[in-house]
């Protein structure tokens, strides 16, 4: 037995809607009337998922059959909805039967009222399914995704299609039966506003007199800039009426508004003419919102999107745009675009130089101010009419999403990938995603996992880094959320509308920031638990939520392997945040963060709740599943060392994806590390060769020295930790990288260290949590910090045009010093009195407070944690590269002090590198002269402390040097990489990078370009001036063109070698600062410098690889270098190339005995003879 109403026969509300309907348009009516029982049905699945999930039922008397059908708890009815014996088809009369019998929570007339709106939800789900099908072009196509903008395109879409992707939403929220509610809008109208038909109108202006008006003072301004042509209709419209323009703002108002709202509610104004209708006119294209515009006037491709008010009540409110989000929205907009700029982790930028992750500004609100909110004494004794009179007359203006979009990008709002092609009848996204697949080939899962990876990367990061941060939590819902696509791949995320925003005014008082709101703005958050609910809720459990299970569906991907995708991106955030958090405090509140969001269940939003209560702004949540909670992390195995152990226990705790990994590699580390130690030890004789050695035991019991131990133990442990991080970056690495990051993105996968140390990933102090944090496999930015030292006690090496460190980083990155400059005076000091130098996050935590007490005691050292530059680390750990360009356009390299023994050496900075390091720069760039097949990465400034220092880690511990980023140096058409990077893991792959080179060229052909390169670099230096590069692998970057080695750039001179004679016969003279061991007098000390570096550190290793990854015979390819060799010396004309020409063909080559350098640590550098490849 039913209880509803029969299919055919129409409720009342539902008979009213028809008979309006069919008054306009038979046709029309008739498609409505057909469309009610699949609306009904549409909204009865939603009802009935909030009575669940939000627990409102109070008996067993009603009791829905659901099943979950997303990981994020969205429920759909499982069979029909039952009552004693009666099946009820109609949420109507469901709503109506749990008040009648008293079935749920709360008071019956709350059900009742709440019954009349969902009517109103399914008349308008009933006509946004009639708008669906007028779009249905169905067929049969290869590529679906390209037929459906051919078809949006075809039926005037226009740039990016973001109106029109966004046109394609017809069923609103997924969890709100509310969803389709325009209580106070005609059907009629609903139909002619509705964004769901792709209807288009004129959105008119009203002057409102200026003593009268409330609102930026550049809304005018940005009027102007954005509609030129109308407002200089209006203001010739007032001087014509006999008004001065001058005294007027203007108010884009909605038609709707103005039709109806404005006679009812301010015929007041309209009398006596403080409101002005005016005529000009703009067109304009409704959002999802309804009340939101898309403005643009005839031949522009951009204009504005403008939030209007509109007196309709839209799901659960009235649309109306308060006196608040006039002053809040602009005030938000700069805030967090101030952050934006001195926050190098949150302006980050894609291949062309847009932000990846960027809010649509809102630039300005303005509106009118009736006489009673103006302290006037006029009473509407009403006092909902006095509020509807406060919010009516208002409009946002924001940026429109085209303005932020390139040529042949598109964008369109994430709730656009959830919606159905009227093409296929898929989602948007499935369609994407299978013929992205059908592009790039692997598995659809594959496919699936990675653009997934994508989309995550631009949205999760810099959300959450606003939240731990600055306590800003924005409201990123798939309504919010815009996707910019680039070739079907995601570029960049834009968020919009930022009135449901929330911020928590102690943690942005903690980085500096405070921001003037009205008085109880609804956008401050009482506690961090709320933030943080605001937050989840739209990203994590309806953006991503709603996208994984389309996605899933779409492609047959499970979603617990797309969860898994945004779990890793989480994980790494945090560790992030943790390690670059600027107080105890905000470690603590990164580590609350973490554990609600990977943890605790999941806090989503009660929208039925809230409408039974009627709140709007005061929201309610009710705990819900949560996809992120990982199953438990493997146990630790019994044969772990001490340092072994103490690294499963960090990673356990902080990423046990990162221990599952890092436990399948650890037994291959350990053999590496031992082979590797041993091959070491026999080069130089520290033991006999041939020794049948398989562990770190058997290893130290054959030469004893204490910290043996420690070191292969330390080198294994961070080996895998490196092969895991490698592993797990390979999956997630973005198709459109600029020539910078794709720089540092090769450095990040490789993963095995020096390869002639015998502890090539030893790192001395670090802990487990420090390799996580600041080892480029593993982290994603390591915060530099800038430091203030009192002026006197620095010693400056400016550029050459006088500009310091701290006037470079100034230069390029106002904000952070801007930033700088705050922190001191909120301090007590004043900024023209300090220098800032930029010192690792390791070495301020651990260093500063050890080397430099009293200075900091005293004020004379002055850490300023909340001035950072987010930089992406480089396989050298110390030597960083700022995140995002400068405002220039250019990035920055930054040599940090790090006083850690890394491999055999503290990797601080010695004063003397900091004064020859710009004028080596200057000096190599003169002698190389116009060669572009040979470039000098220049060391730019330096700094160092200038103190009292009686110990070697104060008088190089504060030092630091600015470096051009190597990518300035590379053309259009090309690329580059470290040159150690040839053995990294090719992220397109797997193979070792050179093999994907070796795909356009033979190996033979690949080793004489790139011999060629490298003698054409560092023997006219050698042979003509009696210079020695420090050019191993990692000290040249590689420019290809077409898989080609084009250019070598060379890098870092700290470890040159001139001979003081040479140079100074040659025209090469340079001037060491005081103590340096740059110029010698020993010919021998700058041969081996050359030997080692160039020959065994570099071209060895190149060798060794090809033969690998090639199956070519070493003898052969040493021929070819052997003949390289020889052409070069011919072209070589110089006294001294002769001598050095058989220097370098000499039987055996000084290498460094890094072994027994570590183990025998001596003042200086040891070398052994090794045979002589060049002559194998």
């Known amino acids: 037995m039913s209880t509803s109403t029969p299919p055919d026969v129409l409720a009342n509300h539902e008979a009213r809607v028809a008979e309006e309907l069919s008054q306009q348009d038979a046709e029309l009516a008739a498609q409505f009337r057909a469309q009610l029982p699949g609306a009904r049905r549409s909204v009865l699945n939603r009802l009935v998922s909030a009575l669940v999930r939000e627990r409102l039922l109070s008996s067993d008397r009603l009791k829905p059959t659901v099943r979950q059908v997303t990981a994020t708890g969205r429920l759909v009815a499982d069979g029909p909805v039952v009552f004693e014996d009666r099946t009820v088809e109609d949420p109507v009369d469901l709503l109506r039967l749990i008040a009648e019998h008293g079935l749920g929570t709360g008071a019956p007339g709350e059900w009742l009222r709440v019954a009349e709106e969902i009517g109103h939800s399914v008349t308008g789900q009933a006509l946004a399914m009639v708008a669906a099908e007028h779009r249905r072009r169905p067929s049969e196509v290869d590529a679906p995704f390209s037929a459906l903008d051919a078809a949006l395109r075809a039926a005037g879409g226009h740039g990016c299609l973001a109106v029109a992707f966004e046109q394609l939403v017809v069923d609103g929220h997924p969890m709100h039966p509310g969803a389709k509610i325009k209580i106070g809008m005609s059907a009629v109208d609903a139909v002619r506003y509705g964004p769901e038909f792709g209807v288009s109108f004129d959105l008119g202006l009203i002057a409102v007199r200026q003593d009268c008006a409330v609102g930026s003072p550049i809304a005018r301004a940005v009027l102007r800039e954005a509609f030129p042509r109308a407002v200089t209709e209006a203001e010739a419209e007032l001087r014509a009426a006999g008004h001065d323009p001058d005294g007027y703002v203007f108010v884009p108002i909605h038609p709707h508004q103005r039709e109806h709202a404005m006679p009812q509610l301010h015929s007041d104004a309209l009398a006596d003419g403080t409101v002005l209708p005016l005529r000009a006119r703009i067109p304009a294209e409704p959002l999802m919102s309804v009340r939101t515009l898309a403005v643009r006037e005839p031949g522009s491709p951009v204009g504005l999107h403008v939030k209007t008010a509109l007196e309709v009540r839209v799901t659960g409110a009235v649309r109306g745009v308060s006196q608040a989000a006039i002053h809040n929205g602009p005030k938000v907009s700069e805030l967090v675009e101030r952050i934006a700029a001195g926050d190098l982790d949150l302006s980050r930028t894609t291949q062309d130089g847009r932000r990846r992750f960027a809010i649509c500004r809102e630039l300005a609100g303005v509106g009118y101010v009736p006489p009673e909110a103006r302290g006037e004494g006029w009473d509407t004794g009403d006092s909902e009419k006095a509020l509807a009179r406060q919010r009516s007359l208002c409009s946002v203006l924001r940026e429109d999403v085209a303005a932020g979009v390139a040529p042949g990008e598109l964008a369109m709002p994430v709730a656009a990938l959830l919606a159905t092609s009227p093409v296929t009848g898929n989602s948007v996204v499935a369609d994407l995603l299978t013929e992205l697949h059908g592009e790039v080939g692997g598995t659809l899962d594959e496919v699936a996992q990675e653009w997934l990876g994508q989309h995550v990367e631009l949205c999760v990061p810099a959300a959450l880094t606003l939240l731990v941060r600055y306590g800003i939590a924005l409201e990123p819902h798939p309504q919010n959320a815009v996707l910019v696509l680039a070739d079907k791949r995601p570029q960049r995320v834009l968020v ?200 770190i035991d058997e290893l130290v019991d054959l030469v004893h020295p204490a910290q043996v131990r420690a070191d292969l133990a330390d080198s294994a442990r961070n080996l895998a930790l490196s092969r895991a991080g490698v592993a797990r970056r390979r999956r997630r690495l973005s198709a459109d990288q600029s020539v910078s990051d794709l720089i540092l993105d090769l450095d990040a996968m490789c993963a095995e260290g020096h390869l002639l140390h015998p502890f090539g990933r030893s790192r001395g102090e670090f802990t487990p949590a420090d390799s996580l944090a600041y080892a480029a496999e593993t982290a994603d930015t390591v915060g530099v910090q800038l430091v203030a030292v009192r002026r006197e006690l620095t010693m400056l090496t400016p550029d050459e045009s006088g500009r310091s460190v701290g006037d470079l980083i100034a230069e390029h990155y106002p904000e952070v010093a801007a930033r700088a400059r705050a922190g001191l005076e909120r301090r007590g000091h004043d900024p023209g009195r300090y220098e800032l130098v930029p010192v690792h996050p390791w070495q301020a935590a651990r260093a500063l407070p050890r080397e430099y007490a009293a200075e900091l005691a005293s004020g004379e050292v002055v850490p300023i944690p909340e001035a950072q530059l987010a930089c992406r680390p480089t396989v050298s750990l110390r030597s960083l590269v700022t995140a995002a360009p400068g405002r220039h356009g250019r990035r920055l390299t930054v040599k940090t002090a790090l006083d850690v023994l890394i491999t055999s050496t503290r990797r601080t900075i010695s004063p003397a590198s900091t004064r020859n390091g710009p004028a080596q720069s200057a000096l190599l760039t003169r002698l190389v002269g116009n060669n572009d097949r040979v470039r000098v990465v220049a060391e730019l400034a330096g700094v160092a402390f200038a103190g009292a220092a009686d110990t070697p880690g104060r008088k190089r511990g504060l030092s630091a040097l600015l470096r051009e980023d190597p990518a300035d140096q590379v053309g259009r058409g090309e690329w580059a990489f470290s040159a150690c990077a040839l053995r990294a893991t090719s992220p397109a792959t797997g193979r070792p990078l050179l093999a994907d080179l070796l795909e356009t060229q033979s190996p033979q052909e690949f080793l004489t370009e790139y011999a060629d390169l490298l003698f054409s670099a560092t023997l006219p230096l050698m042979w003509r001036h009696g210079i020695a590069l420090e050019a191993h692998l990692q000290n040249t970057v590689l420019v290809v063109r077409e898989g080609r080695p084009v250019r070598l750039l060379l890098r870092d001179f700290s470890g040159m070698r001139g001979h003081r004679e040479r140079m100074r016969l040659s025209g090469a003279e340079f001037t060491p600062h005081e103590g340096s061991v740059t110029i010698t007098e020993d010919l021998a000390e700058v041969r081996a410098k050359l030997a080692h570096a160039v020959v065994l550190a570099n071209l060895a290793d190149v060798v060794d690889l090809l033969t690998t990854v090639a199956e070519v015979r070493a003898e052969s390819l040493w021929e070819l270098v052997r003949e390289v060799l020889r052409r070069v010396h011919e072209g070589i004309d110089s006294p001294w190339a002769e001598e050095e020409y058989a220097a370098l063909l000499a039987p055996t080559l000084s290498q460094k005995a890094l072994a027994r350098m570590r183990m025998a640590p001596v003042d200086g550098v040891v070398h052994c003879p090794r045979p002589n490849p060049l002559l194998s």
């Open 496 to 695: 919009r509308d930022l009135g449901g925003a929330r911020l928590l005014p102690q943690r942005l008082a903690r980085r500096g920031f405070e921001i003037e709101l009205l008085p109880g703005s609804a956008l401050l958050a009482e506690d961090p638990e709320l933030l943080r609910a605001k937050l989840f809720f739209p990203l994590f459990g309806n953006h991503l939520g709603e996208l994984i299970a389309a996605v899933a569906e779409g492609t047959g991907c499970p979603e617990d392997q797309l969860w898994a995708v945004v779990r890793r991106c989480v994980l790494r955030t945090f560790t992030r945040l943790t390690a670059a958090a600027v107080s105890q405090d905000e470690v603590d509140d990164a580590r609350a963060d973490a554990e609600a969001l990977l943890h605790k269940p999941w806090r989503y939003k009660t929208m039925l709740a809230m409408r039974l209560a009627s709140l709007v702004t005061d929201q309610r949540y009710v705990d819900a599943p949560n996809p992120l909670r990982d199953s438990e992390p493997p146990a630790m195995p019994e044969d772990l060392s001490l340092p072994e152990e103490q690294m499963y226990h960090q990673l356990r705790e902080s990423d046990p994806e990162l221990l599952r990994g890092w436990l399948t590699e650890l037994p291959g580390a350990r053999l590496s590390t031992v082979y590797r130690a041993l091959g070491a030890m026999e080069r130089e004789d520290v033991v006999g060769t041939n020794r049948p050695v398989h562990t």
